[in-house]
């Protein structure tokens, strides 16, 4: 039994949550986010989250320029995950793993006494993500394939098409989504996208900006 299998409802989810405020990261359901862990405070996080229910939930603050030192306002919208693996620096690191399970408003925030922060978070508009997969339904892959290929040209950048044509259509999306160094109020956008299809519409459209403000032409299909 995977983990997932024990989160088939959003009832099954806590109603308590750490969360990690963090400018322009971004965890979607069913895709995973690398974190270098190194603040204290949310080094004081990953250790109770790793020895309680492992979940936490990445938001984005409410302003990009926000001064994470203080607490400042959050975003409505972010995405619980849980913590797959972890391993430890010697200079006293946690590097981490978070596998997204399902986005949730916030519902309130508590007072604590944690070095961190927790709220209430509200899953039930977000059932959805708690499917095994999202349909891949009217997703124009083939364009987001050849924005894609646009994009890795204008940057000198190459990827592995093999595992590119064998990704599953939501896999290629959500990771992409993940990967791409759109602003965060972009991931944003990309994170509150109602579902699959939406949210490659999203990146499609950002990724086509993107091109034209660097003045990159089109290119030739992919090889």
Not at 50 to 62: E, F, S, T, W, Y
Not at 168 to 187: G, I, M, Q, Y
Request: charge should be negative; glycine fraction near 6%.
């Amino acid at each position: 039994m995977g983990f997932l299998d024990q989160y088939r409802a959003p009832a099954d989810l806590p109603r308590r949550l750490k969360v990690f405020p963090l400018p322009g990261a971004l965890l979607l359901p069913h895709a995973e986010l690398p974190l270098n862990i190194f603040e204290p405070r949310y080094l004081a996080m990953i250790e109770d989250a790793l020895a309680g229910d492992r979940l936490i939930g990445m938001i984005q603050p409410d302003k990009d320029e926000a001064d994470l030192a203080g607490a400042p306002a959050l975003k409505h919208i972010g995405c619980a995950g849980r913590i797959t693996s972890f391993a430890e620096t010697p200079d006293g690191r946690i590097l981490i793993t978070l596998s997204g399970i399902c986005r949730f408003a916030i519902a309130k925030e508590f007072s604590t006494d944690k070095p961190y922060r927790e709220v209430e978070p509200d899953f039930s508009g977000f059932a959805d993500d708690l499917a095994e997969a999202e349909g891949d339904d009217g997703v124009d892959r083939t364009s987001l394939l050849k924005v894609f290929r646009e994009y890795l040209a204008a940057n000198d950048m190459s990827a592995d098409w093999d595992q590119v044509r064998a990704a599953s259509t939501e896999a290629l999306v959500n990771t992409l989504a993940v990967l791409a160094p759109h602003a965060p109020r972009d991931k944003q956008a990309l994170l509150e996208a109602k579902d699959l299809k939406s949210r490659a519409d999203v990146l499609i459209a950002l990724t086509e900006m993107a091109l034209a403000r660097q003045g990159a032409g089109p290119t030739s299909g992919l090889q």
